[in-house]
């Protein structure tokens, strides 16, 4: 089957901010080792081919004449960005790519990502309607989150495309706006479940095995819950646990509120650079003290993470508003300890795979740690258990049991009028 992926981020680093981005890498990489005809239409690196062929998956980079005027990433410059590719992106993908398939008798699926490609699907559909091909496609949008929502004519994108989002928190509050999405949650990519590095681990628990190691990484922003976090080690400080955080919020205005408020609670801060790899990252954790909080202020890659969310004893990744929750998941795949929210996280089983939290209190956190640190063997079991939760949201697993029955369910439902039956 040939899939199109239009979606703003992308595997550059011009093209990555998010989450998107990891998603869009492991979903694309899934279904090309999978043995689908798989393209990616993204704002990707102005400087780099406008076409390639990696990992068997063939990268459209789009948007670089704009691009070259905003380098400082994929969403300088948003709104010119969607309007350049709504308007010239949908006839290159038709004439280039979709007719020939199609026109061969083939089937085609597109699956668009957030608002910007929104005016982009509905460019698609008129060409595809207009040349008497429609039938031949299924066409799924995507709502990761509710950035941009105010913005969508959600009539007209109903009509166009079949709406989907990632969590049945996310299904519930579309509905809220007229909306019925389907659920078709986020993967793992492969790398997530590579061994970690246990070097980097054992020195971590070794280094800080007097203090209670927790972690922390998502966007500085009000949603992730890092007011409540700062204060829960305010109160784990005075209650004597000697807690160490390590955070990393990247940029942005919020963040200086954050740090500022730790602060005023009485919380040491040191800010800390980390080079690429468990080495570089253990390293910067070098000479301490009685540091409360080490702001990581530079990127942690993949094995870094893993290798972190390992070594600590419970990874705070509860938000107020998480539309699904990957970090969470991520520490599971990890074999760390995952405190999550209660909003997106539809993986997450209290007690039996994680820690959930419900609330904003620091005490609701510091009770359900300290029963989980009084019996080791539960502690074990929730790990074990995570981790198994983790396998069976694997991209492949995700593809197979969810997105591939939809796209054929969808497809079916299409071609079949609906009929509507009589109250009497």
């Given at each position: ?65 704009v ?36 026109e ?74 007229g ?48 007011l ?47 080079e ?74 209290p007690?039996q ?9 620091p ?16 502690r ?6 995570g ?38």
């Amino acid at each position: 089957m040939q899939f199109q992926i239009l979606s703003f981020e992308g595997p550059d680093p011009y093209s990555r901010a998010g989450g998107l981005c990891t998603r869009i890498e492991g979903l694309t990489e899934a279904l090309a080792e999978n043995g689908h005809d798989v393209h990616l239409w993204f704002v990707g690196d102005p400087e780099a081919p406008a076409t390639e062929t990696r990992d068997n998956v063939h990268l459209h980079r789009w948007c670089q004449g704009v691009s070259r005027l905003q380098p400082d990433g994929v969403y300088a410059g948003e709104f010119e960005k969607e309007a350049d590719y709504a308007s010239t992106m949908p006839p290159r993908l038709f004439d280039e790519v979709l007719r020939p398939t199609l026109e061969s008798g083939e089937h085609a699926v597109v699956l668009a990502e957030e608002w910007q490609t929104v005016r982009a699907v509905l460019h698609l559909d008129r060409l595809l309607r207009e040349s008497g091909l429609r039938d031949r496609v299924t066409i799924l949008w995507n709502a990761n989150n509710t950035f941009g929502f105010e913005s969508i004519d959600w009539c007209a994108l109903a009509s166009a495309a079949r709406i989907t989002t990632v969590s049945r928190y996310m299904k519930h509050r579309m509905r809220r706006l007229g909306v019925e999405a389907l659920v078709i949650p986020n993967g793992l990519a492969a790398d997530a479940f590579e061994p970690v590095d246990w070097e980097g681990v054992v020195g971590l628990r070794l280094r800080f095995q007097d203090r209670l190691l927790l972690t922390k990484m998502a966007r500085w922003d009000p949603d992730k819950a890092w007011l409540s976090t700062v204060e829960t080690a305010a109160v784990l400080k005075q209650r004597g646990w000697r807690p160490l955080l390590i955070a990393r919020g990247g940029g942005g205005e919020y963040g200086r509120v954050v740090l500022n408020t730790a602060r005023e609670l009485g919380l040491e801060i040191e800010d800390r650079r980390a080079e690429p790899g468990p080495t570089g990252l253990v390293d910067a954790l070098q000479n301490i003290g009685d540091v409360d909080i080490v702001n990581l202020d530079s990127h942690v890659d993949p094995e870094a993470r893993r290798m972190l969310f390992r070594a600590s004893d419970a990874v705070l990744a509860n938000s107020s508003h998480e539309p699904f929750g990957l970090v969470g998941l991520e520490t599971m795949a990890a074999g760390g300890i995952a405190c999550t929210g209660c909003s997106g996280e539809d993986y997450a089983v209290p007690g039996q795979n994680a820690l959930v939290l419900e609330t904003g209190d620091p005490l609701e956190f510091i009770g359900l740690y300290e029963r989980l640190h009084d019996k080791p063997e539960e502690r074990q079991a929730l790990q074990q258990a995570g981790r198994s939760t983790a396998q069976s949201y694997a991209w492949p697993e995700v593809i197979d049991r969810v997105l591939l029955p939809r796209v054929r369910l969808t497809s079916s439902m299409r071609r079949v009028p609906r009929t509507v039956k009589s109250a009497a």
